[in-house]
């Protein structure tokens, strides 16, 4: 498979800021979500990038707060706005390949957000 | 109730024990199932698909059972390297949109 990247692949902020996080394909993908992972518990799915359009999220995330572009197949970014500490999580994105069966999906290193 | 629920764990075997996760799902809609692995502080990493006449990859023999909504994951000959949390995942169709289960630990001590 294809590798993923994510920058940065930590961070510490100050409340009320906000970070921007990519997520890099090194080959062409049909899906992508961006995930978070609380301390201590499972992943949980924020949205689905769609290419060309809005991301769809889920239940109790709004794009305002985690607004996401996804410009074109290979890439992607997921915005944390005006964090507080109960942001502090790990944020992966994870993709299907192009071709692959089952749905498969792949995921990021992750990024590592510590909210002050 | 949670719509994929797993095993709480923590499990500890010896090297060498065989171990079964179990894990159950809510939605009978659901059309793929998986069991991902995730050490600490790292990405969950695919360890197999389910398919539904059960399938067998080494050490490692998934089951579904649709009717009952239940996934199984038996891991034998345990060795060191298998620490880690297996999730349970759930595709619920559709947008391909994964739901995971809280996952369970695997300690396997010499």
């Known amino acids: 498979s294809a590798v993923i990247s994510q920058k940065p692949s930590r961070d510490i902020c100050q409340r009320g800021t906000s970070l921007t996080i990519q997520c890099q394909v090194d080959s062409q993908v049909t899906m992508m979500f961006w995930y978070r992972q609380q301390p201590g518990q499972s992943l949980t799915l924020i949205a689905t990038?769609?290419?060309?359009?809005?991301?769809?999220?889920e239940s109790g995330f709004v794009i305002d707060k985690f607004p996401i572009s996804r410009p074109n197949l290979t890439f992607s970014t997921l915005t944390v706005s005006n964090m507080s500490p109960e942001d502090s999580s790990i944020y992966l994105c994870?993709?299907?390949?192009?071709?692959?069966?089952?749905?498969?999906?792949?995921f990021g290193p992750g990024t590592r957000l510590t909210v002050l | 109730r949670k719509e994929v629920e797993q095993d709480p764990g923590p499990f500890n075997v010896p090297e060498g024990a065989t171990v079964a996760f179990n894990c159950t799902y809510s939605?009978?809609?659901?059309?793929?199932f998986f069991w991902y692995r995730q050490d600490c502080r790292k990405e969950p990493k695919l360890l197999m698909s389910v398919y539904s006449s059960g399938n067998e990859d080494g050490r490692f023999t998934a089951q579904l059972n649709r009717a009952s909504q239940y996934i199984s994951l038996l891991i034998r000959d345990s060795k060191l390297s298998d620490s880690a949390t297996y999730l349970c995942?759930?595709?619920?169709?559709?947008?391909?949109?994964?739901?995971f289960g809280s996952g369970t630990r695997l300690q396997v001590q010499p």
């Open positions: 990038a769609n290419q060309g359009s809005e991301a769809t999220y």
């Open positions: 939605n009978s809609a659901s059309q793929s």
């Open positions: 995942v759930v595709n619920r169709g559709g947008r391909r949109a994964l739901t």
């Open positions: 994870s993709v299907v390949w192009s071709g692959r069966a089952r749905d498969e999906q792949f």
